[in-house]
């Protein structure tokens, strides 16, 4: 029993960050764009919203209002690398440490209790309870999870099959081509960076809403969460290509990394280990493809040794 | 049409490596010219198809086309100008996406792109024709994604996608360089048709001598970044192989006729 209401809490948290594990995978997996600002603009859209509801600003408007500050992390990465010239990891390395510092300064302090004020968790869980449907704070977050994670979905779906979105895409395959086709791949890259880090600016306030409180600490380490959970997805579900589908498999990479994290605890690791572990994760998601697919060739040389011995 | 004026390049300058690669290279390119360009290797052939298209700036001269100076332009703002199939056939195409997703991207070269879907119903009607016409079965394959397809196959959806939407000049660096003698001659064909059906201006880079003779209108042969010869018409029909490259050996700077030459 304890060990299935945990799993409804990691369901809940899978959700919730699978918007983060989604931003990565534009930048990370369709620009092939390795974009660092991910730490910075989760916690700033946690931060924002946190500010925003501190001072009476409609949950539903502040997670608007995080979204659009996550659009302008994101745009600074591209300002960095496009018109500097910085290098595109050292280009989101250095948004990220100055959003440290103007995180502090959106919050005035370095944590925001968000108990006493309603967010849209605490909202749907009264409207629910009004109409008679008294369900636990995890449920709620998996239905207000389901229902962000399908529209950011469709979003990116039909926004990626828009001309813009092809060549967007294109962009992550072949520059060189996106350029002789007349498109500036500045531009591209630029509008990517910009969406991917509102998505994660939106997972961000939704995870501190969730959890009643920003912190300016609480993106560490999220571009490796998000990571874990692409490369989980992909091992999981490796045969699927069409782009839905594996945005799908992102969500459910998403969802099992925190099952995991749930199954690590219960064994009675700390979460203080959870960093150290989530690295591990990582590397074996990544290695196991190769190890499988190195074992298969050599597989493949036995068998045709043995049958150039037999004729 | 395209007029080139005292074009210049330098790779490198002001270091151990600098390179003139373009000196002060004239050439005035008719509409209809179907051109065909040899030069050892490093007489400076890609890089003039470069500057053209403007993959980099030149550092001095004039590239005219069709009135307009263009060499301040950045490559992009060039690009609805130019169709360009490149040697290597990884070059031109984007291989995570489908065949028809990357004739779309194509057919859109030099248009303002924007929120409307990527690629049309209608649209894979005209490509499965097009495709059709090349007798190679690519047209059931639009699903594909180009990634899976052979280095001819791809080569022959890059020469559709230079000429979808037509180009005011079609530019071909060895763009059948990598390929095995009968893919080679396939995709060549194409090249032929395409040119003659939608009568388009091409420059050919090729280190094939005899295509270089039996295809196009015009020879141009480049060495050390000048073109030091150029034959047009029934003269040009008349050479042999021997010819050229006894014209190499006598005009190029140096003299030694080198296996570079024919690739
Ligand atoms: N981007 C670059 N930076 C520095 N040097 C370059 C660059 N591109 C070309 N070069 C040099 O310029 C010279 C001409 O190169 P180019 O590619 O134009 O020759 P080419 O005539 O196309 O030869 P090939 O037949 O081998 O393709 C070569 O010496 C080459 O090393
Ligand atoms: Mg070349």
């Known amino acids: ?311 | 049409m395209l007029k080139i004026e005292n074009l210049t390049k330098t790779f490198d300058p002001g270091t151990v490596n600098e390179k003139k690669v373009i000196n002060r290279l004239n050439l005035q390119i008719s509409a209809g010219d179907f051109i065909t360009v040899i030069g050892g290797n490093g007489a400076g052939k890609s890089t003039m198809l470069n500057l053209i298209c403007g993959v980099y700036p030149a550092d001095g001269g004039k590239i005219i086309l069709a009135g307009n100076e263009i060499q301040d332009m950045p490559e992009y703002k060039r690009a609805k100008d130019f169709g360009r199939v490149f040697q290597d056939p990884l070059m031109g195409t984007a291989a995570n996406m489908q065949l028809a997703e990357n004739l779309a991207l194509a057919f859109r070269r030099g248009k303002r792109r924007g929120l409307s879907w990527g690629i049309l119903e209608e649209e894979r009607e005209l490509y499965r024709k097009r495709l059709a016409t090349f007798g190679l079965g690519l047209e059931d394959r639009l699903n594909d994604k180009i990634g899976l397809l052979s280095g001819g196959q791809r080569q022959a959806v890059t020469l559709l996608m230079a000429t979808l939407k037509t180009p005011k000049l079609l530019l071909l660096d060895e763009h059948t360089a990598a390929l095995d003698p009968n893919t080679a001659e396939i995709v060549l064909n194409l090249t032929d048709q395409i040119i003659s059906e939608q009568n388009l201006t091409a420059l050919m880079v090729t280190h094939n001598m005899q295509a270089a003779i039996d295809h196009g209108n015009r020879l141009i042969m480049m060495d050390k970044g000048n073109i030091i010869y150029d034959v047009r018409g029934p003269e040009k029909q008349k050479l042999k192989v021997e010819d050229l490259l006894r014209l190499f050996q006598e005009l190029s700077v140096g003299g030694s006729v080198s296996d570079s030459m024919l690739g």
């Open chain 1, 1 to 311: 029993m304890q060990f299935l209401l945990a799993v409804e809490g990691a369901v809940a948290q899978g959700l919730l960050w699978s918007i983060l594990a989604l931003g990565s995978y534009l930048t990370f997996r369709l620009l092939n764009f390795t974009d660092m600002t991910v730490d910075g603009s989760f916690t700033t859209g946690a931060c924002v919203t946190a500010v925003c509801i501190a001072n009476g600003i409609p949950p539903a408007l502040a997670l608007l209002v995080s979204l659009v500050a996550g659009s302008f992390a994101g745009a600074i990465t591209g300002f960095l690398h496009n018109k500097l010239e910085i290098p595109e990891v050292l280009a989101g390395i250095l948004t990220q440490i100055s959003l440290y510092s103007i995180n502090l300064r959106i919050m005035g302090r370095a944590n925001q209790q968000l108990l006493q004020y309603d967010t849209i968790f605490k909202q749907l869980k009264n409207l629910l309870a009004g109409i008679g449907l008294e369900l636990s704070s995890d449920r709620v977050a998996i239905l207000i999870g389901l229902v962000f994670v399908t529209i950011v979905i469709v979003v990116l779906y039909w926004f990626f099959g828009t001309e813009i979105g092809s060549i967007i895409r294109a962009t992550g395959n072949n520059e060189a081509m996106v350029r002789a086709l007349g498109q500036n791949t500045q531009n591209t890259k630029f509008i990517a960076l910009i969406i991917a880090n509102s998505c994660i600016a939106l997972a961000g306030s939704l995870v501190g809403m969730y959890q009643g409180a920003a912190d300016v600490g609480m993106g560490a380490g999220a571009i490796v969460i998000g990571l874990a959970s692409i490369v989980i997805g992909e091992v999981i579900l490796r045969r699927v290509i069409a782009f839905g589908s594996k945005m799908v498999a992102v969500v459910i990479g998403s969802i099992i990394y925190r099952i995991i994290v749930a199954l690590v605890l219960q064994l009675g690791l700390s979460t203080n280990d959870l960093k150290l572990i989530t690295a591990i994760i990582v590397a074996l998601a990544l290695f196991l493809p190769n190890a499988v697919s190195k074992h298969n060739a050599k597989k493949a040389r036995e068998l045709a040794a043995r049958e150039n011995s037999d004729a």
